[in-house]
DNA sequence: CGAAGAGTAGTTTTT
DNA sequence: CTACTCTTCG
């Protein structure tokens, strides 16, 4: 209907599966997307459909994704496509700026104030360190977890406490009471609150969903796979009955069971939707038959609910190599040595090689050994920019300007750098705040010799709120008891320089610290201001606004610069919706790759335990899928005999996944590796000398 | 109050 | 091995 006067017009690269999920207006759409089959050219290409052929204003359409990259990249191919007078006002986010935007518009509906702050997972285990009296990190990080999995089940704490299972859920009912009583204490959200609290909004109030769902007539969501109960019930409630919306995904890459994910919203769109229109997408534009086969032939291991099966016209490939290596260091030196012999080779480029790890700490030895080959390497995944103490200091202090009842902000703007406020002192205002019901911020500066006696604390902390009162001033904040209100957007960037000098940060990094790490932690420091000036004058932000917005952005993704023309290191889960023509994926053994967790099982109920494993398992599969599936040319497989664990070997075996794929475990020959081994060796030198 | 030192524990994946 | 915590001393 829509596309009969615009056949003519679509591009060539373009395939019939992909037509029909473009031009598909009737009615809700969900696309299965097998790996590499050109999903975000659908999703890309609808977008552009919508804007052009049939004249959707841009602001009217909105697109979800995972990662800000993600956003990112795909409203960048939009624009390609129409231009940018088009993309004007087009909506793409991930679920949580969504949720941001939402609440920033209806905080009153939430019972927020306009100056609320976000809390990121350091900042909730502050506070359940605070409630639960203990500095146990594995017990913090379980019962964060426990409580972040009811946020997004949609449950409260009344409704959780129906389904607890046994004693310890019980008892983390009452600490998830009184965490959601914190948050509200100090204005803060955390990150399944943003998401939670617009959707418990919008079933709530009739009149509120009807207004977002007037603005909302085009709905695109990526990796749907990876949507948890929540989302889909955001999704559910922004597109009600009218359920003009495709979603995309694929459910053989669901990898986020974990923190609640679930690709059963795959199968219950089909049932809340009974018109819902399901097209595949299974050929594959990325890899060549020897890849594919391997990757079909893992995959084919776990039950489905859709039948899917890739093929691709891309040749047959060059068989997938297995290695065997000494121990975690070999394997290291050996993948450099590899890539190396291998950019030579090929003569390609260090970004099209990468090489994928099922954990984190896996990358440090990497980094090493390609540092020694001087071959350049990024590293994604890993600790965020945001995780990294210098950052979180100073936004720390721009928190506590904008949102005094910040307390956690509070006192690690206090403490950071130091100036004379100490355990004492905090202890003294936390006891007299907790006795009036007063931020630490309103105690502190009302703070007289009753609350604090020495004198010279005192004094610390008074010349400590003066410099944040300054700020608020600046910042426009008028304080009274009710909303904050930002007036003045035109100094953010001003206000910014004068902060950096008045604490001193700089002599801060370079008293406590050797020179080396204090540059870096400097520079990360300038990174950071100067990222928040440019938005600040770029988008005309107040610092509120721009506070909000940095606690969801990932710094590193204007390092594109730098990843023209470096190895990308990456964890299988950061890897996903990424492609490389020559990948190694590294540590693939029994317990490392199928992950084995520390198997909490109850006794009480052994039949569910083996079932939840063997979920686990399923999820294990899908991640190797994954990483198989990044590789467009060749790829190089390898686990370990042994590998160091804290301070002492340990003996292990091949992963299972290899021979599902149909590989050997072992290399055939022996003589082959040496002759390899000579050749390499030959080539580091080579290599040493440039 | 905070710096320097000794000791100790730790390893899944992330918005 | 290292990053972080707790202790002790100035």
Redesign the pocket.
């Known amino acids: 209907m829509h596309d009969q006067h615009n056949s003519s017009k679509q591009r060539s690269g373009i395939n019939a599966s992909q037509h029909q999920a473009v031009h598909y207006l009737d009615g809700p759409c969900l696309v299965l997307a097998g790996a590499g089959s050109g999903k975000t050219t659908v999703i890309t290409q609808k977008i552009a459909y919508l804007l052009q052929t049939c004249s959707y204003p841009a602001h009217k359409i909105y697109a979800i994704t ?3 990259k993600a956003a990112r990249e795909m409203s960048e191919r939009v624009r390609k496509i129409v231009g940018p007078k088009l993309l004007r006002g087009l909506n793409v986010s ?1 679920f ?1 700026s969504l949720g941001l935007r939402f609440l920033r518009i209806e905080h009153a509906k939430a019972g927020l104030k306009a100056n609320f702050s976000i809390f990121d ?1 350091g900042d909730s285990l502050g506070i359940l360190q605070e409630l639960l009296a203990t ?1 146990d ?2 017990r913090l990080r379980a019962v964060a977890q426990t409580i972040s999995l009811w946020k997004n089940a949609l449950l409260d704490p009344d409704q959780a406490a129906h389904v607890v299972k046994n004693q310890d859920e019980q008892q983390i009912i009452s600490i998830y009471r009184s965490y959601q009583a914190t948050l509200r204490a100090y204005q803060a959200v955390d ?1 399944d609150d943003l998401i939670g609290l617009p959707t418990r909004l919008l079933s709530q109030q009739p009149e509120l969903r009807q207004t977002w769902q007037d603005r909302v007539h085009y709905l695109l969501i990526d990796e749907y796979q990876d949507t948890n109960a929540c989302q889909y019930e955001f999704i559910r409630q922004l597109v009600d009955a009218r359920a003009m919306f495709t979603a995309v995904g694929d459910d053989d890459q669901a990898i986020y069971a ?2 609640g994910a679930s690709a059963d919203n795959l199968k219950n769109l089909a049932h809340d939707y009974p018109n819902l229109k399901v097209i595949k997408l299974e050929q594959n534009y990325r890899s060549v038959q020897s890849i594919l086969a391997a990757a079909n032939k893992l995959i084919k291991q776990n039950p489905k609910f859709f039948e899917k099966s890739l093929w691709s016209e891309l040749g047959q490939g060059a068989a997938i190599a297995v290695s065997a290596m000494d121990s975690d260091l070999h394997e290291a030196e050996s993948i450099a040595i590899r890539l190396a012999a291998a950019r030579f080779e090929h003569q390609a480029k260090w970004s099209d090689f990468a090489i994928l790890y099922r ?3 896996q990358a440090r030895l990497l980094e090493q050994a390609l540092r020694n080959l001087r071959i350049p390497y990024t590293v994604s ?1 890993g600790q ?1 920019f945001f995780d990294k103490t210098e950052i979180r200091d100073l936004l720390a202090w721009l928190r506590v300007i904008a949102n005094p009842a910040d307390d956690p902000a509070f006192i690690r703007a206090a ?1 950071n750098p ?8 905090l202890q003294a205002l936390g006891t007299a705040a907790a006795h009036c019901g007063q931020s630490l911020f309103a105690t502190a500066v009302n703070a007289d010799a009753t609350i604090i006696a020495a004198s010279r ?1 005192r004094a610390a902390v008074h010349s400590f709120t003066d410099l944040i009162e300054h700020f608020q001033r600046m910042a426009g904040v008028e304080n009274s008891s009710t909303d904050l209100l930002y007036v003045d957007k035109s100094n953010t960037s001003q206000l910014l320089d004068e902060l950096l000098q008045a604490i001193n940060y700089e002599q801060f990094l370079y ?2 610290l050797d020179e080396r790490q204090a540059q870096t932690r400097w520079g990360n420091a300038l990174d950071l201001f100067a990222w928040l000036k440019d938005k600040a004058t770029e988008d005309d932000l107040s610092l509120l606004e721009l506070v909000q917005r940095m606690a ?1 952005i ?1 710094m590193l993704e204007r390092q594109d610069d730098a990843e023209q023309s470096s190895v990308k290191l990456s ?1 299988l ?2 890897a996903k919706g990424l492609e490389f023509p020559y990948v190694y994926l590294i540590g693939i053994e029994e317990g490392l790759l199928p ?1 084995r ?1 520390n198997s909490e099982s109850i006794p009480s109920c052994e039949a569910s335990a083996s079932l939840v494993q063997e979920q686990q398992l399923q999820e294990e599969r899908r991640l190797m899928y994954v990483g198989i599936t990044r590789a467009k040319l060749a790829l190089h497989l390898s686990w370990c005999r042994k590998r160091r ?3 002492e070997y340990v003996y292990c075996e091949p992963s299972r996944f290899i021979k599902e794929m149909g590989l050997e475990p072992e290399p055939q020959s022996t003589d082959n590796t040496s002759q390899a081994g000579a050749t390499l060796n030959r080539l580091k030198n080579l290599l040493q000398k440039n």
């Open positions: 995972f990662t800000n991930t949580h997972s500095t990190k594995a990150f974990w923190r954990s984190n700490h995944g965020s403490t130091r100036r004379g406020i100490g355990q004492s002192s604390a008293d406590n969801l990932n964890t889960h950061a992950h967790g664990r804290a301070r």
